[in-house]
């Protein structure tokens, strides 16, 4: 199974954009990037995917490497509520179970 | 629609008892996830089921741990002569199964064996 690797934590200011990175260099041609996000003592929380182009919703944006080795979640203007531990997944399109590493642990600094 | 629900949300019980856990899936979401996460750790996969069949079974999945899903609705998941290595956060997840959807997790049952 194609791996994702994150730093272990980053900190960021309140209402200053948030870029985290994540890297998958063996990524296949079938897998959607996925990001994920675990507040305090919630179940985690959909963010947002994509497969090859860049993408916007209103939690944040993904943008995508042209060779997909790598991508990076966008949150635009960090707020104390994004204060949370991010997870880059892979996964297949036809679906199979989401495995979670460490993830980025991600501090808003008011 | 309120999401994924899962019953109780805590349980604290003695080592070497039984316990059972449920979930409700978002309504019409044909695949149903259970994962266990530990203090400072990422959740770790236990068992999916598509519709009422168990697809995969993790390895952390002992003869101790079942799952079903009748009729593909609701599902439970027993632990069986519970030990102090099973207390965790159990989150249930639930998504289409198609097209790389998103998952839905519930809040999840913190279980503490004492």
């Known amino acids: 199974d194609a791996k994702t690797t994150q730093p272990n934590s980053m900190e960021s200011n309140e209402e200053e954009p948030v870029h985290l990175p994540c890297n998958h260099s063996t990524i296949s041609g079938t897998d959607y990037i996925h990001w994920y996000r675990q507040l305090p003592s919630q179940g985690p929380e959909y963010v947002i995917h994509?497969?090859?182009s860049n993408v916007n919703n209103r939690m944040a944006s993904l943008a995508i490497a042209e060779d997909r080795k790598s991508s990076t979640l966008i949150l635009h203007r960090a707020t104390l509520r994004d204060a949370a531990v991010y997870y880059c997944i892979l996964l297949k399109n036809y679906g199979q179970n989401f495995v979670f590493g460490p993830g980025t642990r991600l501090s808003v600094l008011p | 629609d309120t999401g994924v629900s899962q019953d109780p949300r805590h349980k604290i019980t003695k080592r070497g008892q039984n316990v059972t856990f449920r979930c409700d899936p978002i309504s019409e979401h044909n695949r149903l996830y259970w994962y266990r996460q530990t203090l400072g750790q990422g959740p770790e996969f236990l068992t999916y089921f598509q519709n009422e069949a168990q697809l995969e079974k993790s390895r952390l999945l002992s003869d101790r741990f079942s799952a079903e899903r009748p009729k593909g609705s609701f599902s439970t998941l027993e632990i069986q002569r519970t030990e102090q290595g099973d207390s965790a956060m159990y989150l249930c997840?639930?998504?289409?199964?198609?097209?790389?959807?998103?998952?839905?997790f519930g809040q999840g049952t913190r279980l503490t064996v004492v």
């Open positions: 994509g497969l090859t």
């Open positions: 997840a639930s998504s289409t199964g198609t097209g790389g959807p998103e998952a839905f």
